[in-house]
C-alpha cells in the first residue's frame, strides 16, 4: 500500500503532534491517493478515503472493524455507552435506544426545538448591538434542546459550566491520542487532574437529574426509560454509573455537533451573499412569518440542502476510526489485525471525482439530480453501516427548524474576519471565536 517512509516505533507521531490529525491526513491523500498507510507509533494505520472502500469498512465488515483500542481514551473520558461499546453489549443498547429516534419517535420533540428557537430570539432582541460568538450561542441552544427532549429539564443556571466541562473532556480525549505513551489515570499528571475536575462536575450534573428524575416520577423522556430497563440476566435495573454513562453519552453526542452545524452554517452564509438571499426568500415565503412546523420541513428544500452543504464541507465529525480485529484484505492490501483504520471523511466528501466544486460552498450539490448521480457513500456525514448516527432524524429535525427560525429574523454578519480555520477535537470546532453582529431582517 502507498504511504509515507516511517520513523522508527514513532513512526509518523511527530508530524501528526505538529499539524494536527486533519492536515496530516489530507497531505497523505494528496501525496499518495485514496488508500495510504501510515504508522501512528508502533501500530500499523491504514487511511480509506475511497467510497468504495468506506463502504467496505463500515457497512460490510462491522465485525472485522471494530470500536477497539481507538475508542479507548474515548472511553476513559465519556465512558462505556451506546456510542463506545462494542459487540453484544453495543447491540443491546442500540435495540433498547432506536425506537425514540426514529422519524415517528421524535416529532415530539419539535415543539420544544422551535420553543427553543423562539427563546433565542427574544435573547438576541435584548442584546441587540452586542456582538455574538456564535458557537456559544448554537452550542446554549442545542444543549438546552437536549436536555428538555430526552431528560425532561430544563437547564439554563450552570449551562456554562458544564459545557465547558464537557469541552474539556473532549480535549483530553483528542491530545491523548497524538501521544506515544499515554498516562495512567491513577497517576496525579496535569491532563489526569483536570480530566478528573471535568468528570466531576459533569457527574454531579448528571446525577442531579437522576434524582429529580426519581422524586418527579418517571416522564415520558429517555431518561425515564433507560430507569425502567430491567438486564434480562441479572433482574437488575441499570446501576446509577451505567445510567451515568448513557445519559452522558447522549447529552454529549447530542448537542455538540448539531452546534458545530449550525455555526458553521451562519458562517458560511455570511460569506456567501447568493446563498444567503435564497434561503431567506424561501424562509419567508415558506413560512410568512410563522414558527416552522413539522409539515413546513418538506417545503424548505433549499434550507435542507444549505444545511447538507455545511455537513459537506465543515463535517462536525470529520473522520471516524476503526481497529482490524483480524488479518483481513483491502482493495487487494493485506490489513494485519490490530491496524487503526480511519476514514477521513471530510477528505471524502470534497473528493474531486465526485463532487462539481469541491472546495465550493454550493447547495446545488444536493439536487435530487446530483444527490442520484453519486456513490452513496462519497457523503457520510452521520457515518454508515449499523453504527450510523442514532440522532440523524433529530438533528436533521432540529437544524432546519432553528436555521429556518433564526434566519427569518435575523441576518447575521461577521463582526470580525475570521478565518475559517477549524480545530479538531473529535469534533470540528472554529480555532477560534466566531463573533458576528445579529442584524435584524
Ligand atoms: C449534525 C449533528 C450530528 C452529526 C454530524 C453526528 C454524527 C455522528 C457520526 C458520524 C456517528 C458515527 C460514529 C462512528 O461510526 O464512529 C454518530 C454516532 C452517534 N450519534 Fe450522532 N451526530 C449528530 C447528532 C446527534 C444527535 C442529535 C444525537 C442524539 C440525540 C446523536 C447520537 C449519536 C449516538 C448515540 C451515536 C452512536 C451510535 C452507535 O454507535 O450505535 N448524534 N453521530
Redesign the pocket.
Given at each position: 500500500m502507498p504511504g509515507p517512509q516511517k520513523k522508527p516505533v514513532v513512526g509518523h507521531l511527530g508530524e501528526i503532534r505538529q499539524v494536527g490529525f486533519l492536515a496530516f491526513y489530507e497531505r497523505l491523500w494528496r501525496d499518495y491517493g485514496d488508500l495510504v498507510q501510515f504508522a501512528p507509533g508502533p501500530l500499523n494505520g491504514c487511511m480509506a478515503v475511497h467510497p468504495d472502500q468506506v463502504r467496505y469498512i463500515l457497512v460490510e465488515k462491522p465485525e472485522i472493524y471494530i470500536?477497539g483500542m481507538s475508542h479507548d481514551r474515548l472511553r476513559d473520558s465519556i465512558g462505556h455507552g451506546?456510542?463506545t461499546l462494542e459487540g453484544s453489549d453495543?447491540r443491546q443498547q442500540?435495540r433498547l435506544l432506536q425506537p425514540t429516534?426514529t422519524p415517528g419517535g421524535i416529532r415530539q420533540f419539535a415543539s420544544i426545538m422551535t420553543d427553543e428557537a423562539e427563546a433565542a430570539i427574544a435573547r438576541w432582541r435584548s442584546t441587540a448591538g452586542q456582538p455574538v460568538d456564535i458557537n456559544e450561542a448554537m452550542t446554549r441552544i442545542t444543549m438546552r434542546v437536549?436536555s428538555r427532549a430526552?431528560f425532561g429539564i430544563d437547564l439554563d443556571e450552570g449551562f456554562r459550566e458544564v459545557a465547558l466541562a464537557l469541552h474539556g473532556l473532549l480535549d483530553y480525549t483528542s491530545t491523548g491520542s497524538s501521544s506515544l505513551f499515554v498516562m495512567p489515570l491513577f497517576l496525579p499528571t496535569p491532563a489526569n487532574q483536570r480530566l478528573k475536575r471535568n468528570q466531576k462536575i459533569v457527574r454531579d450534573f448528571i446525577f442531579q437529574i437522576i434524582e429529580r428524575r426519581r422524586r418527579q416520577g418517571p416522564g415520558e423522556d429517555l431518561l425515564s426509560l433507560l430507569m425502567s430497563i430491567i438486564d434480562e440476566d441479572t433482574g437488575q435495573p441499570m446501576t446509577d454509573d451505567q445510567l451515568h454513562d448513557e445519559i452522558l453519552?447522549?447529552f454529549f453526542?447530542?448537542h455538540e455537533?448539531?452546534a458545530s452545524?449550525l455555526t458553521w452554517t451562519w458562517y458560511l452564509l455570511a460569506q456567501n451573499p447568493a446563498v444567503e438571499a435564497r434561503l431567506y426568500d424561501e424562509v419567508t415565503q415558506v413560512l410568512a412569518g410563522r414558527a416552522p412546523t413539522l409539515e413546513d420541513l418538506g417545503r424548505l428544500t433549499y434550507t435542507r440542502m444549505v444545511l447538507e452543504e455545511t455537513?459537506r464541507l465543515y463535517?462536525?465529525?470529520p473522520l471516524?476510526a476503526r481497529d482490524a480485529a483480524q488479518d483481513d484484505t483491502l482493495a487487494g492490501y493485506p490489513i494485519k489485525a490490530g491496524t487503526l483504520v480511519v476514514t477521513p471523511l471530510f477528505l471524502t466528501q470534497r473528493h474531486p471525482d465526485y463532487w462539481e466544486r469541491p472546495e465550493a460552498f454550493y447547495p446545488e450539490h444536493f439536487t435530487p439530480e446530483q444527490v442520484e448521480q453519486r456513490p452513496r457513500y462519497a457523503y457520510l456525514?452521520?457515518?454508515a453501516g449499523q453504527?450510523?448516527?442514532?440522532?440523524i432524524h433529530?438533528?436533521r429535525m432540529?437544524?432546519a427548524i432553528l436555521l429556518a427560525h433564526l434566519a427569518q429574523h435575523y441576518r447575521l454578519r461577521l463582526a470580525q474576519p475570521f478565518d475559517g480555520r477549524t480545530q479538531f477535537v473529535g469534533v470540528i470546532r472554529p480555532a477560534g471565536p466566531i463573533l458576528m453582529q445579529v442584524e435584524a431582517r
Open positions: 470500536k451506546i456510542l453495543w442500540r429516534y437536549i430526552i453519552i447522549t453526542a447530542g455537533t448539531t452545524l455537513l463535517p462536525p465529525v471516524l456525514p452521520f457515518g453504527r450510523v448516527c442514532l440522532g433529530f438533528a432540529e437544524a
